[in-house]
């Protein structure tokens, strides 16, 4: 299960890059913000994988509280967004039709940001009662 946990996550995350770029999502830092996380959150996997030390982990598992509350900053400055331009379109707008108007308009996806937060989520999955937690494999890489 936690494999598929794992391809989950790297499937994810790869399509969501691709698609960040794609859209030129990159003009503020905020806007880079999750692709960075996206960068290096694949550094402690990649060294996991080859040293096996679950301090790398315990990294993974810190960039993955990074990646929920960027999902959150994300879903307030995307629906700010919305409800800024909302407001110049049409300035009697408020209240829940203002909220309605902006979260129905396309751009930009007001929910989107939430993919982080899911990835955030699927990250501590992987990492959940992980093998490399266990006191036995904390000896083991004493020794090593």
Do not use: C
């Not at 913000?33 to 990294?59: D, E, K, Q």
């Not at 707008?93 to 203002?98: H, N, S, T, V």
């Amino acid at each position: 299960m936690r494999a598929l946990v794992l391809a989950a996550y790297l499937l994810g995350l790869i399509g969501t890059a691709a698609e960040l770029l794609l859209v030129s999502h990159t003009e503020n830092f905020w806007q880079l913000l999750p692709l960075i996380l996206i960068g290096i959150s694949l550094i402690p996997l990649a060294v996991y994988a080859v040293t096996h030390a679950a301090g790398w982990l315990r990294v993974f598992k810190a960039i993955m509280a990074l990646f929920m509350a960027s999902g959150l900053i994300g879903l307030f400055l995307h629906y700010d967004g919305k409800v800024e331009f909302k407001k110049e379109s049409d300035p009697s707008l408020a209240g829940w039709p203002l909220f309605r108007d902006a979260m129905k308009s396309a751009v930009p996806p007001a929910l989107a940001p939430a993919a982080m937060i899911q990835f955030g989520l699927l990250g501590l999955a992987y990492t959940w009662r992980h093998p490399a937690f266990s006191p036995k494999a904390e000896i083991r890489n004493d020794k090593t």
